[in-house]
């Protein structure tokens, strides 16, 4: 199964908000509203900060939001802060043979 | 405190097997699907497998179908990864992971909590 497509790096300056695109096709990202936005910081297990599509779990910060249109799912942070430096990964379910699909990444960079 | 703590990793040649387990505690374990996930070093996440709350459904990234299998002993509450056939490109840290909620059928949920991962070195 192909990966979802995101972009490689993004960047920011404390204080602004950056947007991350995570495309797939109808039969993942298009086809369900099952969306999750991971959090990984170097050496550290993965954080769930986002499921389907725009729900945040009890802890996560509302600077923190998701959305979906058509085939591309997104991920925002607004206030950028110097801790919202990482590797951010989007995952979705997939009708294929398989359950779930991951993204290939993206290395955020707070400048 | 939902907590998962993975063991079994280590070296292995080329063709051998390994089981990875993963001891769950901190909440209902027979009540949420379970998933393994890998990270080669330096690259991305990857998913490897699910089953579901009672064990009757599985399913598996092509990659691994065939060689690994999943399962649970929900009396011990502890999911395992039996690795068969291992090859060089299945060296990674494997996580487990619980969905983030629970008493479902639904499938696609997040992976709410995560184990610190075990590393798999698959060399001669």
């Known amino acids: 199964q192909s990966a979802l497509t995101q972009p490689a790096s993004v960047s920011g300056s404390p204080g602004q908000s950056i947007t991350i695109s995570c495309t797939g096709t109808s039969s993942d990202v298009g086809g369900y509203n099952y969306v999750s936005w991971y959090q990984q910081h170097p050496g550290k297990a993965p954080k769930l900060m986002i499921y389907d599509v725009s729900n945040r779990p009890s802890g996560v910060s509302n600077r923190f939001s998701g959305s979906k249109s058509g085939n591309t799912a997104s991920l925002t942070i607004s206030g950028l802060q110097a801790e919202d430096e990482a590797d951010y990964y989007c995952?979705?379910?997939?009708?294929?043979?398989?359950?779930?699909?991951f993204g290939g990444g993206t290395k955020l960079t707070v400048l | 405190e939902v907590q998962l703590v993975e063991s079994g990793g280590g070296l292995v040649q080329p063709g051998g097997s390994l089981r990875l387990s993963c001891a769950a505690s901190g909440f209902t374990f027979s009540s949420y699907w379970m998933h393994w996930v890998r990270q080669a070093p330096g690259k991305g996440l990857v998913w490897v497998s699910r089953?579901?709350?009672?064990?009757?459904?599985?399913s598996y990234a092509d990659s691994v179908k065939g060689r690994f299998t999943i399962s649970r002993d929900n009396a011990k509450n502890t999911l395992y990864l039996q690795m068969n056939s291992l090859r060089a490109e299945d060296t990674a840290v494997y996580y487990c992971a619980r969905v983030v909620v629970g008493a479902t059928t639904r499938p696609g949920l997040g992976l709410r909590y995560w184990g610190q991962g075990t590393l798999v070195t698959v060399s001669s």
């Open positions: 089953i579901n709350s009672d064990g009757s459904s599985t």
């Open positions: 995952s979705s379910y997939t009708s294929s043979s398989t359950d779930v699909v």
